[in-house]
């Protein structure tokens, strides 16, 4: 590997991460739900006025905890973009649900909300937002379809940590949302996620299908003199050793993400010429939606741009990728999609470009990878 490769993600050490990791492992309670989990539970319930959190193992961990929350059950019909982590639909797969698929909006990966009136029928369960880059999905018509139609909303909010609609905290809007700390996130725990409880209904129930189906938290507190089986569930909270790096990195979230803010903010800077030009597209944010800085996206004119693009930056060490085939076409589910085309989901498949993009990428590194670009359309 050249010394001065630029990969497309590099994971981010705030500084206590080990020592948080030290403290853990002497204090000799190293299962889950220690004093670290504890800690990041609350730093979520008060920084965000969420209901209630609980770490998982990952973010698909906590979607398939909503989807037992909320009962799917075989032939239930789930919502959601199929320009998406393959996740947010296994989630709902594994309990026999259907998934329907509703179209990008042309312009934005997020879900075209005007569509999905028309997708839902008598056995419509849940709806699925993905905030697409952090950026919100226009979760107001989405709360009120609904509301309107009695089913129940999850957020995938996995790349949505700290970012709003209308004022109001993603992950906080639907019954329940799922975040994600991977390493590729901006917060991280290498592998990790959260699930936010925002409905009341759900809280006792949640704590139970994550500890195995028992009620140990509540014997932990001290509520019930011995823990039994009381529901489905499975093992879905991670060691106190995971929590403790996560509290370390949310220790430094408002430093991380003003970073993260000034490294997108010069990559618009440095291309917006180019793109006023017409050779490709951003993900514009809208007035009701913030930036988290979660990662910077070129949107090109075609797949053979986006093709010529990354080989040329590729011979440089620059390293952009792109992301997400269309689920609806996808090996495994193509057979079982009943649905029509998804003209825009397919567009994104076909030409979304993400730049490199961590906390570490110097001014140097943002100056060559945005050089590369100019450099390869002037040549053109
Ligand atoms: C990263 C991601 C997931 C999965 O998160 P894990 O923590 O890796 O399980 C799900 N949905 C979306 C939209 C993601 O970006």
Known sequence: MALNKITFNKPYLSGNETKYIEESVRSMKISGDGMFTKKCHAFFEVKYGFHKCLLTTSCTDALEMAAILIDIQAGDEVIMPSYTFVSTANAFVLR????VF??????HPNMDVSKIEALITPKTKAIVPVHYGGVACDMDEIMSLAKTYNIFVI?????AIDSFYKGKPLGGIGQLAAFSFHETKNIISGEGGMLVIN????AERAEIIREKGTNRSQFYRGEVDKYGWMDIGSSFLPSDIIAA???AQL???DRIQEKRKQIWNLFYLKLVDTKNRGHFKFLEINETQTNNGH???????????RTALIDFMRKEDVMPVFHYLSLHKSPYYQDKYEGGELENCDKFADTLLRLPFYHDLSIEDIEKITSLIIQFFDEK
């Not at 409905?199 to 759900?202: G, S």
């Not at 990662?295 to 741009?305: G, H, K, T, V, Y």
Request: glycine residues 2%; hydrophobic residues 55%.
């Open 96 to 99: 026999g649900a259907k998934i």
């Open 199 to 202: 409905d009341v209904q759900f």
């Open 155 to 159: 957020e995938d909010a996995a790349q």
């Open 251 to 253: 220790e430094n979230l």
């Open 245 to 247: 790096f996560l509290f």
């Open 102 to 107: 509703v179209d990008s909006l042309p312009d």
């Open 295 to 305: 990662l910077f996206a070129l949107i090109m004119n075609s797949i053979d741009d």
